[in-house]
């Protein structure tokens, strides 16, 4: 355990001292101010608007930057050889993977919840109280994704390089989000293969899912209903679980020459 | 008194393929070497002979496709690599990271118990090293030589059996070089078995006990350091020098073919003066009464059994142009 907390503690502070910490921390914020402007000079519904570019700005910002320092915490420690002496040491490659997936974890929780409290002062400040219950369980279903995404993109980086873990991680996501809108599409044809595709995509792989506000809206719904949120977890802890495993499981039998 | 063997590398086999498309790479063929407790031990040889594949095998970051490595008798383990210290060719540390930060990370890997102990611990080593008063700077900031220093810290602190280094003097100053000298030969005092993977070849003569060539993945020739003067025996190694003055390369070799002279070992040319080197006595001598016949000085003849280094180095320039 002592191994495991120092290792975390390396890889947390190796991202909070990160360049691009501070400018990317201030990205969201600005984002959430953006989409503050942006819902007063509409003439739609104020929250609404709010919501959407907010929460867009929201996925989007953590996502490509889970993505991005997944790659890197794997690519850079193998490229620079920095974990070539920790590796040398008695420690198992599971337990320094998992340390820095934890540290990352950290980091994007930080980052979201500078998001989330900076979304708090906008709605405060816009005099609509703060984030009701399902509000802030979406804001916690976006950050799983982030979650999920950092340790997709630390497995694809144990399997590749540094720009083909981003390009993949960012097409997986893209697909993740796209791939459940075709299979509902009445109309787009697809010939049988691609249908397969398609669905065993949406069903697995479905992005959507951590989108709880935009589900809620399309069902006319203004509560989750408690089975779906259970369904929703199992799904995330299931998918992450795999991720994580065939990520140490592929880390600890590669050749790290 | 029989030394211990400490690590026993066995028959080790590598094949990398570096792309998809491209032939597999032989990395290590049936590599065989034992270390013994105690000795210094260099690895030697050109760019891709094996070295580092090697070294990192033995710190368990590559899996051998054949054969087995052993420390104290036991398959390489999480265990036994508590008792192995490490210093990289080029040493990298994660970026934002103190000095301090380091050793500590370091040390907690080795279940060294006690905050106080630890904390004792890294003080005491970065006074050795010298960095007592950079503790708290980032390690990335440093120059090339106190980095060297923070990895000698980190490769000594959990005071190993078995110092593994490859290229401890790459890109050093001077002063640099003669500090790592002076720590390799001070852990060799202390009984610490050393691997040392080097190009460094006065380093090798005077620091170790014993070495092993590899070309291309193979072990082409071990030595260990006789006791008559501490010089490597290798075999056809040059050792009898015969410097003449008056005939070119061209006109020697046709001069050896006619009169059915020995073949040197080595040869080259000094200014004016040819060098030929030979393994044996009697090769040597056959060629002085020729020589003198011809017209051609004998500027120098005899045995060289000081001159490890360029004996070496004649030896190398040979090895690695094949």
Known sequence: MIAFIALYREAFIWLRRDKIFGPILMAGVVISLFANIASNWTIEEFSRILFDVGIAGFRITGGLIAILWGSRMIHDAIAERSLDPRLASPISRNTWYLARYCALATVLFIMGLAYFLAWQVIMHLNGQGLTSHIQNWAFGMLFFEWLILAALSMLLATLSGFGMSLFSTTALWIIGIFAPLVAASKDIQLDPLQAVVINLFSSIWNFHRFNILDDLAISGQNILQYDDLVSRLLWIISLLATLLVAGTWRFTERDLN | ?322
């Not at chain 2, 980032?138 to 290229?167: F, N």
């Not at chain 2, 003449?244 to 061209?250: L, N």
Request: contains cysteine; positive net charge.
């Open chain 2, 1 to 322: 008194m029989t030394q211990q063997i400490l690590l026993q590398i066995d028959s080790i086999s590598k094949t990398f393929r570096p792309e998809v498309f491209q032939p597999p790479v032989k990395s290590l063929q049936s590599l065989t070497i034992d270390f013994t407790d105690g000795e210094c031990t260099g690895l030697v040889g050109h760019n891709g002979a094996g070295k580092t594949t090697t070294i990192r095998m033995i710190l368990g970051l590559i899996s051998p496709d054949k054969g087995s490595i052993k420390f104290r008798g036991q398959p390489l383990s999480k265990t036994s690599r508590s008792s192995i210290g490490y210093l990289a060719e080029s040493v990298k540390f994660p970026s934002g990271l103190t000095c301090r930060e380091i050793l500590t990370t370091h040390i907690s890997l080795f279940r060294i118990k006690g905050n106080k102990e630890r904390k004792e611990l890294i003080q005491e080593t970065l006074e050795k090293v010298g960095l007592q008063a950079f503790a708290d700077r980032k390690a990335k900031s440093m120059s090339k030589g106190m980095q060297q220093r923070l990895a000698w810290a980190q490769a000594t602190i959990h005071e190993p059996d078995l110092l593994v280094l490859d290229e401890p003097f790459s890109g050093l100053d001077p002063v640099g070089r003669m500090n790592m000298k002076n720590w390799i030969l001070s852990e060799k005092r202390r009984g610490l078995t050393i691997i040392l993977c080097t190009h460094e070849l006065p380093q090798i003569t005077s620091l170790c006990d014993n070495i092993h060539i590899l070309r291309q993945g193979k072990l082409v020739y071990s030595s260990s350091k006789n006791n008559r003067g501490g010089t490597f025996e290798i075999k056809n190694l040059p050792r009898y020098f015969l410097d003449i003055s008056g005939p070119d390369a061209k006109e020697l070799s046709q001069f050896k073919d006619l009169k059915n002279l020995p073949q040197w070992t080595s040869q080259h040319s000094e200014g004016f003066l040819l060098r030929l080197g030979f393994s044996d006595y009697h090769s040597a001598a056959s060629w002085l009464s020729p020589c003198l016949q011809m017209g051609w000085v004998i500027v120098r003849f005899g045995d060289d059994n000081s001159a490890t280094e360029e004996q070496l180095l004649t030896y190398f320039k040979e090895e690695f142009s094949q």
